[in-house]
């Protein structure tokens, strides 16, 4: 396994990031049990989830991913072996806190609190606010439109609720997801001026398909020490070749909750994700862990969060830190990216 520093703190987090979010959902407690052992085997330290999860959210399962966690860490013992990231819902979701989920200090402190009970843990390495509170792009929305609205809690404001529970111990760091450079950019610098809590990673989508991270995000990752942590590498799918020539595996996300997973669905993914795959045959790589691999190894990655529903797909994501890509491969995929740059944003 791969390691590197999470932020500029000297914490060691897997280049690989166990994604959780189908417990609960698509996979039984006893599976995310069994993914947890192996990964932990394998040498990744690293899990991330969420208060939202499982995933396709509803009401009736809020909360179960992080349940299902905290009852491994009560039967194993070890809490101590994880870096565990989860996050706190924006706006969104009437089922959440009366729909009152912003980020003040009543709902952050109600938020935090039942996460820590569902983990079974009294601290969480990465707290993370799971998309921004103020009206803007995510979630692959294109098309800007300002609207003046102060209707919601200010970063400065947000990171001193934060502060309250790193000097309680119940958070050890911060981090943002589905924030813009502008987003990321003053967290940094009212945190500076301001003595607050510094945000130390970014969980935004980033794949073959969607390499928009790379225009503003990857620079002040760079610059700043505030590393990406990729959800959706492998693009719901698409990255593994399963759908390819309209296959619809049973049990897949799409065979199950196609009207969900629409972020992929774009005129160019097919082409896109053919070419790809022309690449990995030629060079006799897997197409999922040459997918995998092109994430792990930008220089602004810290994590590439994988998500697995079946032990033969982790298993494979995980091999993924084993494989090298030449610059033969590397220039090949950038002319894919060329040619179809970012279908899926």
């Known amino acids: 396994m791969n390691y590197k520093k999470l932020g500029n703190t000297d914490i060691d987090v897997s280049t690989i990031c166990l994604g959780t979010m189908t417990w609960g959902e698509q996979n039984t407690q006893e599976e995310g049990f069994e993914q947890m052992d192996f990964a932990l085997d394998q040498g990744v330290n ?66 935090l609190n039942d996460s820590l009970k569902r983990l079974k843990t009294d601290y969480i390495d990465l707290y993370q606010l799971h998309w921004p509170e103020r009206k803007t792009n995510m979630f692959g ?22 502060q309250k529970f790193v000097k309680e111990g119940k958070i050890r760091e911060v981090g943002l997801s589905n924030e813009t450079p502008w987003g990321v950019n003053k967290c940094l610098q009212l945190s500076r001026e301001n003595n607050l809590p510094r945000m130390m990673s970014i969980q935004n989508p980033y794949s073959l398909l969607n ?42 996300r799409l065979e199950r909750d196609g009207d969900f997973w629409t972020r992929y669905n774009k005129p160019n993914t097919t082409k896109a994700v053919e070419a790809y ?47 090298k890509l030449t610059d033969e491969v590397i220039e090949e995929i950038n002319e894919v990216q060329k040619i179809y740059p970012n279908p899926c944003p």
């Open 211 to 252: 390499r928009s991270y790379e225009v503003g995000l990857a620079e002040i990752s760079i610059r700043d020490e505030i590393g990406l942590l990729a959800y959706s590498p492998l693009a719901s799918g698409y990255l593994t070749g399963k759908y390819r020539n309209n296959q619809m595996p049973k049990n897949s």
């Open 46 to 111: 690293f899990w991330d989830t969420a208060e939202l999860y499982a995933v396709p959210p509803k009401e009736e399962t809020f909360g179960h991913t992080e349940i299902v966690i905290g009852n491994w860490f009560e039967k194993t013992k070890k809490r101590d072996k994880v870096i565990l990231a989860t996050k706190v819902a924006g706006p969104a979701r009437d089922y959440i806190r009366n729909g009152e989920n912003n980020y003040g200090i009543k709902n952050i402190t109600i938020a």
């Open 141 to 162: 929305r294109l098309g800007y439109e300002h609207k003046e609205d102060d209707n919601w809690n200010k970063f400065e404001d947000v990171l001193g609720n934060l």
């Open 277 to 323: 795959y022309e690449i990995s045959k030629k060079h006799n790589i897997d197409f999922t862990q040459m997918s995998l691999k092109f994430c792990e190894i930008q220089p602004f990655m810290t994590s590439v969060i994988i998500g697995a529903t079946t032990m033969e797909q982790l298993k494979t994501n995980i091999e993924s830190v084993n494989v």
